[in-house]
């Protein structure tokens, strides 16, 4: 029996990239409060980035990071693997078209499991959407600390329509 290929990833157009990380970086005002940057935007998955400032401890005896900044951290990089998989999926579009896809996307379950004390310079940010489906995205974030260690590790369902 032999293996099927897997589907091409295509890479999205520079002006789709650019609309994205405009929406998700100046226009989701809250993320520019985290920090929150777009390090990679691939159709299977996207990366992030967050500088450790005053602003975001949590526990100041540790310099450790508020449990709410990872939370909303991997909640926003939830949101944004569903807008590159809804991205992906309609890449017969124009990229202005595809960015007017994303009105009614919210979340509607977020879970967050706390492995390790959030402590370091900076902390990266994955996420990737295990289904996408016609009313319902579900996801898998992960938040890593400067060595690359998992920190935290979330899972979310969002609603797309």
Do not use: C
């Not at 777009?38 to 990366?47: E, K």
């Amino acid at each position: 029996m032999s293996k099927s290929a897997a589907p091409a990833v295509h890479e999205f157009e520079p002006a789709f990239i650019a609309g994205l990380k405009s929406i998700f970086e100046e226009k989701i005002v809250f993320n520019q409060v985290l920090g929150l940057k777009v390090t990679a935007l691939r159709p299977d998955g996207v990366t992030g980035r967050i500088d450790m400032k005053p602003e975001l401890v949590g526990h100041f005896a540790y310099n450790r990071v508020h449990g709410g900044v990872i939370s909303a951290g991997l909640d926003a990089m939830g949101g944004l693997a569903v807008m590159a998989a809804i991205g992906a999926k309609h890449m017969d579009e124009a990229p202005e078209q595809r960015l007017h896809r994303f009105a009614k996307l919210g979340t509607i379950d977020l879970r967050i499991d706390y492995l390790r004390p959030g402590i370091g310079s900076h902390f990266e940010l994955r996420a990737q959407v295990l289904r996408l489906g016609s009313r319902v995205a579900t996801t898998r974030m992960e938040f890593l600390g400067p060595d690359g260690e998992i920190m935290s590790a979330g899972a979310a369902a969002y609603i797309v329509s």
